[in-house]
């Protein structure tokens, strides 16, 4: 029978708030970005997809 053992890497306060703002950043970007693009498609898709998470844009 294998055994698998995992580690985990503590990370200082310093290191889990950068990570959650480069995610916040990426998250804003693919919400407002392709929102906001010209493309058509691109900009029908992130329409409906505002729509079914709720987000306000009218």
Avoid at 4 to 23: E, F, K, Y
Avoid at 29 to 57: E, I, K, M, Q, W
């Amino acid at each position: 029978m294998a055994t698998s053992t995992v580690s985990s890497i503590p990370l200082s306060l310093s290191d889990r708030l950068t990570a959650g703002l480069i995610a916040l950043m990426i998250g804003a970007f693919l919400v407002f970005g392709a929102g906001l693009a010209n493309s058509a498609v691109l900009h029908d898709t992130a329409h409906d997809t505002r729509h079914s998470y709720g987000f306000p844009c009218h």
